[in-house]
């Protein structure tokens, strides 16, 4: 990681101003990878000003901060930074290109290149763990806070450790940021305990799933779902892997009623073991990992389409 760390340095040193950018529906290596390095920076360099940049607040709220609310001046004279996105139309907040540099620190497999400077390792278990391993290798203040947020990003993205891109990279980063004092406990309970209305709206999401004999298990959600148990779209989405954990499913999928974006039918969230859904993704207005991917659906005609494809996928797959 030196050159990239080198890379990294210089180009924060360069700056007055950083705004700090993420993909739309953030998840917690988003929020996490943001919010790490945004506490890093005011740690080490408390004479720039930084802030965090986006249009949602994505999930986990009680433990990462919001957002900040920033004028157009003030990212046109920045460095902004896009952590946890693998193009530039899933940043959300599409003023990072008011900026005067752009930096992008990515895990995901490589579509584009759209900022100035592009710190991308598509083997990293999440973009927390090339974070960590940036700090780790210049050696400054990383304080129990940022590591918290580091850590519980990596945590959450690999499945607690146990996706197929968890490499002992992931656990020396993991190693790196416990040794900064973290309250594991605290995250752990934090991440993965739920509200009694999370679990109650995760036993009408098993209800509701439909599973076809090649494999595939999916739920599609309506508003009327999932609005009673307060829950907003992302964080009824976010519980795809309440399908996770069965042997006979192949790929899962989550499909949640868009409510913000009018346009949209269905945003939803791919999942698999090993089928490779990423192509597939492209083709529906998403992306993302070869096992975890994001997609947007615009009527019930492409949802069909986008099922059947999956099902065609998992039949190829004999266990």
Excluded at 21 to 33: E, V
Excluded at 191 to 204: A, G, S
Excluded at 235 to 262: H, M, P, Y
Aim: proline share 2%; with cysteine; hydrophobic share 40%.
């Amino acid at each position: 990681m030196h050159k990239e760390a080198q890379l990294f340095l210089e180009t924060i040193k360069r700056h007055e101003f950083i705004t700090v950018f993420r993909h739309i529906s953030p998840d917690p290596d988003a929020q996490g990878s943001q919010w790490g390095l945004i506490t890093w920076i005011r740690e080490n360099f408390p004479e720039k000003k930084v802030v965090a940049c986006g249009l949602e607040e994505g999930i986990f709220t009680n433990f990462f901060p919001n957002i900040d609310k920033i004028e157009d001046d003030f990212i046109k004279e920045s460095l902004a930074i896009i952590t946890d996105t693998s193009n530039k139309e899933r940043v959300d907040d599409q003023r990072y290109k008011l900026a005067k540099e752009t930096m992008r620190i990515d895990h995901h497999i490589f579509i584009e290149q759209f900022c100035d400077n592009e710190i991308i390792d598509s083997s990293a278990g999440a973009a927390c763990e090339i974070i960590a391993r940036i700090f780790e290798e210049i050696d400054l203040l990383c304080s129990a806070k940022t590591a918290s947020y580091l850590y519980a990003g990596l945590m959450m993205d690999t499945l607690n450790f146990k996706t197929g891109n968890t490499t002992s990279n992931t656990f020396k980063a993991a190693s790196y940021l416990v040794s900064k004092g973290i309250n594991l406990e605290l995250i752990n309970s934090e991440m993965l305990n739920i509200d009694k209305k999370v679990f109650d709206y995760i036993t009408l999401l098993r209800k509701k799933m439909i599973y076809r004999e090649e494999g595939v298990a999916y739920a599609f959600m309506s508003k009327d779902d999932y609005e009673p148990f307060g829950l907003t779209n992302a964080e009824a989405r976010s519980k795809v892997n309440a399908f996770g954990s069965v042997k006979q499913f192949k790929i899962w999928c989550l499909f949640t009623e868009s409510v913000d974006k009018k346009d949209i039918r269905w945003v939803g969230s791919l999942r698999s073991h090993s089928l490779p859904l990423n192509e597939i993704a492209s083709r529906y207005h998403g992306g993302g990992h070869a096992n975890a991917c994001g997609i947007k659906l615009y009527n019930q005609q492409e949802a069909d389409s986008l099922i059947e494809e999956l099902a065609k996928l998992a039949a190829t797959e004999h266990f």
